[in-house]
């Protein structure tokens, strides 16, 4: 099970971090997957922390901004996000990637088997 939270509204240039509590299995298993879905658009991979070699994935748009990372004794996976602009306002999920998890496809939905509850991120003036 995930559950994911820490949204909330910031100003653009601000900084929000998200966790995301995993119970069940451990963060160091699976890969964990971060997603956002804006409204009027579909759910897009902005993250990815391997379970293997602890590799990071990123979507361009989010590159050099955000920082995925897990922390084993609490079980949880984290999205560190700065700089902020009014485009990153979405639902966030995390993911629990399945077991034909390849990092080719970290960003694809079918690529994860167990998905938290969304946060709403709102970044706004």
């Known amino acids: 099970q995930l559950q994911a939270f820490g949204g909330g509204l910031v100003q653009p240039g601000g900084s929000l971090r998200l966790s995301c509590a995993v119970s069940?299995?451990?963060?160091?298993?699976?890969?964990i997957g971060w997603f956002r879905q804006a409204p009027g658009k579909g759910r897009e991979g902005i993250s990815c922390?391997?379970?293997?070699?602890?590799?990071?994935y990123y979507r361009d748009s989010v590159r050099g901004r955000f920082t995925v990372s897990r922390d084993i004794a609490t079980n949880t996976a984290y999205l560190q996000m700065n700089s902020l602009k009014p485009e990153d306002t979405a639902t966030y999920y995390c993911?629990?990637?399945?077991?034909?998890?390849?990092?080719?496809?970290?960003?694809?939905?079918?690529?994860?088997?167990?998905w938290g509850q969304g946060t709403q991120v709102t970044v706004s003036s």
């Open positions: 993911a629990r990637s399945s077991g034909s998890f390849t990092v080719w496809r970290w960003a694809s939905e079918s690529s994860y088997d167990s």
């Open positions: 069940g299995f451990s963060v160091m298993d699976r890969a």
């Open positions: 922390i391997s379970s293997e070699n602890n590799n990071r």
